[in-house]
């Protein structure tokens, strides 16, 4: 069992393993790719061939009670978040740093903002504020697109939402305010062409 600093549960599936975010079962393509996947995939073929170095954050932890089944094989029993996560990737791209989440939904016309927490959206306005690239990657499993969507879109609704402001995104918006990712071959999820034109959109 891993406990939040305020004392509420997390539940993992394997204990034996910590993960460093609780990642969607969901099929990303016929290969059965979840988006997470495509995007490590991306980023390890971007690093290989000199394109960028993005990674994703490691979240830490605190180990509070470990037990031995087998001599080979430690079991963690229970374990502490050490702080709140901010957003899952970041690193350096074309001289930019860029910062940024991922998040899949099953909904058909819109995100619920309740997939994102309030210190990730301030974690991406602090990277704005310093002129780095802050942005999400949302995957619409249904039709199986995925999306960049500039930080400034979501910290707008965000902000929105607590003054009587809707409670998501819709796809429409994103559709028409984001960059759609091109599937590809490899990578499957080619996502740096779509910050191409989230830099271009930024350096006017």
């Not at 709140?84 to 860029?98: K, L, Q």
Request: a positive charge; zero cysteines.
């Amino acid at each position: 069992m891993i406990k939040y600093p305020n004392g509420n549960t997390f539940a993992v599936n394997n204990a034996a393993q910590v993960p460093s975010r609780p990642s969607p079962a969901v099929s990303y393509s016929k290969r059965g790719m979840t988006l997470e996947d495509a995007i490590n995939t991306a980023n390890t073929f971007y690093l290989d061939r000199q394109i960028a170095v993005i990674h994703k954050k490691p979240t830490p932890i605190n180990i509070v009670n470990v037990s031995y089944p087998k001599r080979s094989a430690a079991k963690i029993n229970e374990a502490y978040f050490a702080q709140a996560s901010t957003t899952d990737y970041n690193g350096i791209y074309r001289g930019f740093y860029i910062d940024f989440d991922a998040k899949e939904t099953q909904h058909k016309t819109a995100i619920p903002l309740a997939n994102f927490h309030e210190h990730q959206v301030k974690h991406l306005a602090a990277i704005i504020q310093q002129n780095g690239i802050g942005f999400v990657i949302i995957r619409f499993a249904v039709y199986n697109e995925s999306f960049v969507l500039p930080a400034s879109e979501l910290i707008s609704f965000w902000q929105q939402s607590k003054t009587g402001g809707r409670k998501s995104i819709p796809y429409q918006y994103i559709k028409e305010h984001g960059f759609i990712i091109s599937s590809g071959l490899i990578p499957e999820l080619p996502y740096l062409k779509a910050v191409d034109l989230l830099i271009a959109q930024h350096q006017n």
